[in-house]
């Protein structure tokens, strides 16, 4: 301390520890947050069931997708990324999951979702989707479903963690058009 | 900057960098912005720079006092052996005088 030069070097470097240690607080304070977030999710309409050459099923569904997020938003949150997917699960293939919408939420006041949106449901569409599981399955017909949606919480500081809101009880049509 | 004074400068960084973070924290915390914590911290940290880091007189309140200085009663070897490399006579005449 006895020069200035140390005196800088001093400053700083308990300066940064203490923003290290401001930084990891308001990143704990998170874990006190309990968000009520508000989800509805509803197919409006189911298109034609198709079977394509390749042995792949496909269908077209009209989505309502309704979401109040606002209450995810704490003061340590930069943005969410929120995505609907399509979740079934078959013995012969596992858990599939295939990503119909996804969007980035960036600003509280922006967190209130109301679309309505057209989706296919192709079966080679999870390998490029989100947590995709190989899968070799057969057919689409008369698939119980469900819709979840999933919200990636991103923070300024501190951990990154996803959480999800899932809508059961959606089938696909028995037969092909 | 004497002994007191670098105490001081310490105790005054630590306390006012400690104490800007919590009140950064407390305001960021209740006005719901992490910006502005931030914002509160970093003019935290350029007032404790002020504070500290130039000489300022209060840190020189307590005057170092020096003993006084002590004479030796031989000359040194190194004005010995420059005499002698200089190969003058009377070296040991002019030792012999003190």
Known sequence: MYSWILRVNTVLTLSVTVLAALCAVA????????????????V???????????????IALTLSIKADLESVFT??????????????????EGFNQISLWDTIIEKKENAKIDQQIKSKMLRKATRVGYFTYPFQGKDLRGRDFNLTMYW??????????????VVPGFQLPISYN | MDWEGQRLAELLMQYILLGSALVAFLMGYVSGSFSSMIYVYLAGVVVTFMATV??????????FTWLEPLYAEKPSQRVLARQQAAGKKGVKSSQARR
């Open chain 1, 27 to 42: 990143s704990m304070t998170d874990g006190l947050h309990r968000p009520s977030p508000a989800v509805e999710l509803k």
């Open chain 1, 75 to 92: 003061w340590n949150t930069k943005q969410l990324f929120v995505f609907v997917a399509a979740e079934y699960w078959s013995p012969e």
């Open chain 2, 54 to 63: 130039p000489d300022w007189p209060f840190f020189n309140r307590h005057p």
């Open chain 1, 44 to 58: 409006l309409n189911v298109g034609p069931l198709e079977r394509l050459r390749n042995g792949d099923d496909r």
């Open chain 1, 152 to 165: 990636n919480v991103m923070p300024i500081s501190g951990a990154f963690f996803t959480d999800k809101a």
